[in-house]
């Protein structure tokens, strides 16, 4: 991919890391398809899900692309929640750790004071969530006028929580000739608009639906019967099952072996955003869904739609951990 030495780099002696420091040996299948392209000066729509390394996909382009003799802000990353803009940062950083790359989160619930600072000193890249990456732009604290990289991640999801309008503001202080690479689990109409907007002849690294599969994770349901028999199952649940870590989602995400939907998403594209937390880069992991007997119709749409079987949860789950 004649990517730069020092990004490659793993010279334990210096005590630094890069991509094979990192634990990469043999890319992923988006990565084998999108890195040379992201390293271009073209657009590039990639559809994947979590756990694909879709990150390192699109860190390694901007780390092979900025130019780290040069202080300033060269790729702007834009996620849709500030626990995804933070793992993107820690990514990058030790991605491009023997680069001495300076890469800066602009988050909701910091300091606007801190962040000032921070890009007063100089940095080569900003990962954010857009109501803060568009604040900072407005009160022209972050400067776009050298920005080579946009990249918009998991794009669905951020469309999905209304950031339509703040990504728009963002993308038109950008310039003329920025490079843009969407990324997105899924392609509803509202990305595909966007990408009409933003993107100038892109290359299209697309999935078939019904390639985008959940293999390697086990999924199970629990019919709990009512909404106020779920904490007790809960509770059930991990006096029989020993777990490290694990993610239960509501209504009202690093190395994860079990996801608990503890209400099924509403909209049947999160429910891959979701689960496919637990299985990170080709490792298994397992998903467990709890059910009322309203849900059962809403399970079968979710299995329809990824052409998946969801089955009852066994009895020999500790088993499957």
């Not at 921070?118 to 732009?137: F, S, W």
């Not at 728009?168 to 109409?189: H, N």
């Not at 689960?275 to 399970?299: M, P």
């Amino acid at each position: 991919m004649n990517l730069k030495e020092n990004l490659l780099s793993d010279r334990s002696d210096l005590q630094v890391s890069g991509v094979y420091a990192f634990g990469y040996e043999k890319p992923s299948a988006i990565q084998q398809r999108a890195i040379v392209p992201c390293c271009t000066l073209r657009d590039v729509i990639a559809q994947a899900q979590s756990g694909t390394g879709k990150t390192a996909t699109f860190s390694i382009a901007i780390l092979q692309r900025i130019d780290e003799k040069k202080p300033c802000v060269q790729a702007l990353v834009m996620a849709p929640t500030r626990e995804l803009a933070q793992q993107i940062q820690k990514v990058m950083c030790a991605l491009g750790d023997y680069m001495k790359v300076k890469v800066h989160t602009c988050i909701g619930g910091t300091s606007i004071r801190d962040d000032q600072r921070k890009l007063e000193a100089g940095v080569h890249v900003v990962v954010g969530t857009p109501g803060r990456v568009n604040d900072m732009i407005c009160r022209e604290i972050l400067m776009t006028d050298a920005i080579k990289m946009f990249v918009l991640d998991e794009a669905d999801e951020m469309l999905s929580r209304g950031f339509k309008n703040q990504i728009y503001e963002v993308f038109k202080t950008m310039p003329q000739d920025v490079q843009v690479i969407l990324l997105s689990a899924t392609m509803p109409s509202d990305v595909l608009d966007v990408t009409q907007c933003f993107m100038r002849n892109p290359i299209r690294i697309l999935v078939k639906k019904e390639e985008l599969t959940l293999e390697g994770i086990r999924q199970f349901y629990v019919n709990v019967q009512k909404d106020e028999y779920k904490f007790e199952t809960l509770c059930d649940l991990y006096n029989v099952i020993n777990v490290t870590q694990s993610v239960i989602f509501c209504n009202t995400r690093r190395k994860v072996s079990l996801v608990i939907n503890y209400d099924l998403p509403s909209n049947r594209e999160n429910y891959i955003h979701r689960i496919g937390r637990s299985g990170r880069f080709g490792r298994k992991g397992v998903a467990i869904n709890f059910i009322t007997d309203r849900d059962a119709q809403q399970l079968k749409d979710i299995e329809s739609f990824y052409n998946t079987s969801i089955e009852e949860m066994p009895m020999s789950i500790v088993d499957l951990l």
